[in-house]
Nanobody
């Protein structure tokens, strides 16, 4: 059974950084693209970053490009989202996803002074 667990969320001040980790089990991690998504209150869930199985292709949404970095470690079965220069509008629940099927339970990120 596939499991994805996001950790690293919290309350941070604007302009600071945070790294989220998605720890996985129960599926062949190296075969799946990994992506990070977020959902703010009252808004639809949106994809913020995606990385292919081998890490060769990375895509970012325009709202985070230049500030967020997605990465993965296939040996550790983990994906990471490093978020720099955080803004209040980055406040959301952040989810990781494997391929198109497997989701984590989410971790809250709140950016406020």
């Amino acid at each position: 059974q596939a499991q994805l667990v996001e950790t690293g969320g919290g309350l941070v001040q604007p302009g600071t950084s945070l790294t989220l980790t998605c720890t996985t089990s129960g599926f062949t991690f190296a075969r799946y693209s990994m992506s990070w998504h977020r959902q703010a209150p009252g808004k639809e869930r949106e994809m913020v970053a995606d990385i292919t199985s081998g890490g060769g292709t990375i895509t970012y949404s325009d709202t985070v490009k230049g500030r967020f970095t997605i990465s993965r470690d296939n040996a550790k079965r983990e994906s990471y989202l490093t978020m720099n220069y955080l803004k209040p509008e980055d406040t959301a629940v952040y989810y990781c996803r494997a391929g198109s099927y497997y989701w984590g339970q989410g971790t809250q990120v709140t950016v406020a002074s």
